[in-house]
């Protein structure tokens, strides 16, 4: 049998033992709780908007009634997620009642994220170790660590899915010139990965650029840019016409796919195929042309809206940040999750410090020999490790890029050692997945006397559904909650409608929201009424960051938490989620 088919053979069956293994630890780890204990805000609120889409909601309808009654709540996110999660749990449906197949689709959809991950990561090692390097990189991903926290069971909402692109279109960028259709799947998947959202905006621009760059320095690589290029532009033209309605498509926004976002990256697309088809004669020309359709792009962009340079909150209420925006963890650097924890940053960093030494010591020992795969491999670790620094939820992203480099560096070790003992190997490579890193730093930060923010038994308490028969229990109105975070919650386990919630598109609701728990009784209570608020809802009252203990104190939730019941309100209900009645008529 010819070697080539024995190292493939031998490939795909560490592929899958690597996927059996994650996912065995994950479904034993966390697809019990999952069906009652949905990780995340965004997961309930993914929850509720696939039973919308599955009750008959049209496709371009992603309105949501029930959060910020009256006028309600347009939601951003993109329906292909959806659409997704609808197909599985139709397949579950074959053969599973209707709560199963919720349950089965909520457990299985992250799982199959995994796939792509995995293969992007196997296919950056192929390609600069050969099928040697793949059989490490697939041990990392098997004990992945802090890098499949975004795919354990209950993980419906985006993140791990761009993950999953964004990795494939990085794979497919370094093996454009071994695999054929590699450079039209990196401008598909890129558009795919800008139709459901912005997260994953810098590696899908890393792609653009090496495609790009290649083909300034080598006219040869032309055939990779016309692909790519091309692929790119058909792809986000139809990516756009799917995500956005027709009465809609002149409408510029700054936190999802529309004309100020989608245009310029077809006029990228399509001029660099053009650019790719000309075959400049210089390198000088190539350049200019390349240039040329970049500076186009982003005047188109700067010109439709030129706001959306500050990003995707860019034209979000001011009022909002400071009481809510601001306090997201997703938007909080790593020095300041660090500042929360010392062995909360050392869990985050652990790991993609190990693969910077290793990059360090990989690209040291190629000196000279440096080539396109491997420079593009280096600079994407890299902007993970810069994602992570400015954003500490990027983390994800240096973990699963940081596998082919690590295990590359060993492949190097070993043979400059000449080690071929296969136990040896594992060992070393077992010592360094992930999982072991980052348990290692915390026992070390935890010894030093660092503390980890995790997620408390108290955040579990109120976001468990049996903690929520008591608020579908009560005639249908509208809740507010103490914290945004539970507002998705309220949707997805009750009937009733809740004021605000963790989106920035309804400041108005956050703002009064925060009135009603967070000002004196007779102003909370004014703002709950001009609200149409019907009941409160206490779970884990804490005050706000930049709250001073003396206005905590006088404030509703403040009194709350101490024990006092302002006369406006009336007890209905005890325990971790608490609840409260507002009283129409003057005490």
Known sequence: MPRATVDTRTTLLAFAAAYLVLVGQMVWMYSLPSALVLPDADDAMRLVQMRDFLAGHGWYDLHQARLSPPAGYDSHWSRLIDAGLASLHFFFRGFAGAALAERLTIIVWPLLWLLPAMTGVAMIAWR???????????????????????????????????????????????????VRYAAAGGG???????????????????CGAAFALRFVIDRHAATQLRDYGAALAAATLIVFVLSVPVQRWSAAVCDMIAVNSAVPVIIAGAMAAIAACLRGETASSRFGLLA???????????????????????????????????????????????????????????????????????LRTMRRAWNYPSLVTAAAFSLSILYMIAVARGSSYAV????????????????????????????????????????????????????????????????????????????????????????????????????????????????????????????????????????????????????????????????????????????????????????????
């Open 128 to 178: 600069l170790g050969g099928h040697a390097a793949v059989p490490a990189t697939l041990l990392f991903a098997a004990f992945c660590g802090p890098g499949m926290q975004q795919f354990i069971p209950g993980r419906i909402d985006h993140h791990n899915v761009h993950i999953a692109l964004s990795i494939l279109a990085i794979a497919c960028t370094i093996c454009a010139d071994r």
């Open 188 to 206: 598909v998947l890129s558009a795919l990965a800008l139709a459901i959202g912005f997260e994953s905006l810098p590696f899908l621009l890393l």
């Open 292 to 362: 040329a359709a970049g500076v186009l792009s982003a005047l188109v962009f700067v010109l439709i809206e030129p706001r959306c340079l500050g990003g995707v909150y860019a034209l979000v209420d001011p009022a909002i940040r400071p009481i809510w925006l601001n306090d997201v963890s997703e938007t909080k650097t790593l020095i300041e999750m660090t500042a929360r924890g010392p062995a909360t940053g050392a869990g985050i960093a652990a790991f993609p410090i190990v693969g910077l030494i290793a990059l360090l010591f990989w």
């Open 400 to 587: 699963w890029l940081g596998m082919p480099v690590v295990a590359l560096a060993l492949l190097h070790i070993f043979r400059a050692l000449h080690r071929t003992s296969l136990g040896t190997r594992f060992a070393l490579n077992f010592l360094l997945t992930p999982t072991v890193v980052t348990v290692g730093a915390i026992v070390l930060a935890g010894a030093a006397g660092g503390t980890i923010d995790l997620r408390s038994a108290d955040r579990q308490a109120c976001v468990t559904a049996q903690n929520y028969a008591a608020v579908a229990a009560l005639p249908k109105g509208v809740v507010a909650v103490n914290e945004m975070e539970w507002g998705p919650y309220v949707l997805a386990w009750s009937g009733q409608s809740v004021l605000a919630a963790p989106y920035h598109r309804i400041p108005a609701a956050i703002i009064a929201s925060y009135k009603i728990f967070n000002t004196k009784p007779d102003e909370a209570r004014h703002a709950a009424q001009q609200a149409g608020v019907d009941y409160l809802l206490v779970c884990r009252p804490t005050p706000p960051a930049h709250v001073s203990h003396a206005e905590w104190q006088e404030s509703v939730l403040g009194q709350i938490a101490s024990g006092k019941t302002p006369a406006w309100l009336k007890k209905i209900s005890a325990g971790p989620v608490a609840l409260y009645r507002v009283e129409r008529a003057a005490p």
